[in-house]
């Protein structure tokens, strides 16, 4: 089995920062996806160039800080903040305005970082808005770049494309609050995954608790516990019990 293991939010606070790059160089992570919109992207780009062997993608973002673009009506509420509701069954989202957010966010991610993200992915699975996946997909494309399964498919292969990858793993649990245990991690993968040339990816949300975090996530304890997972010795020393390869989105040969 081949395994990218992955840290979402990079770039949301410098806390989850700090620990995303823990998780790097003291454990097993071999990739993160950044939030260009939020508050430590900047300080995340800093510490990015300062270990230019992370593979670094984006996590396109359309619930939660500012956004990037202005005169925004369906993905924003009263306050000018980006509008979790947006992905309620029932609201009613300009696919121009996602577009424009996204496209926003991808340009800011090379302007400051210098390079392509290595992968796309999303926060919250905004491919439930109505628009997103195709939107998403069409980025992918025009820069030649994996994404991460949508929450919109089940588990397989886009019907569509050989960019999407299809082995997300996000291990949870039905209350997020009770946090994930290593032994979690190694129950969910079976003789049959371990023992196959597919690739996987471990997707978790490693952070440190800070005073930003608190006012942005309601995931805040729960990111200790990802970071510790994958600093721990538990899941290093299956990792190497059962030959798993660790690998990065950037090492995937895309076909379409």
Known sequence: MKLIVNGDDFGITRA????????????????????TNMPGFPHAVELMKEYPDLSVGIHLN????????????????????LNKDAMNKDAVVDPEEIRK???????YFVEL???????????????????????????????????????T???????DSDYVIPNMCLIMKEDWSIPIEPEDIINFFNDDMLKSDDIYELAAHP??????????????????????????????DWIKANDIELVTYSQIPLKG
């Open 16 to 35: 989850c920062n700090y620990a995303i790059i823990d998780c790097y160089k003291y454990g097993f992570l071999t990739s993160t996806s950044m939030m």
């Open 62 to 81: 359309l619930t939660v800080g500012k956004p990037l673009t202005k005169d925004l009506k369906t993905l924003v509420n009263a306050d000018g903040n």
């Open 101 to 107: 957010e996204v496209t926003a966010q991808f340009d």
């Open 113 to 151: 970082t210098g390079q392509l993200p290595t992968h796309i992915n999303s926060h919250h699975g905004i491919e439930m808005i109505p628009g997103a996946e195709a939107i998403q997909l069409q980025l992918a494309k025009k820069h030649q770049l994996p994404v991460r399964r949508f929450f």
């Open 153 to 159: 498919l089940p588990q397989g292969n886009h019907p």
């Open 207 to 236: 952070g440190y608790v800070d005073y930003e975090l608190m006012q942005l996530s309601s995931l805040t304890n729960a990111r200790c516990n990802d970071a510790y997972n994958f600093m721990c010795d538990e899941l290093k």
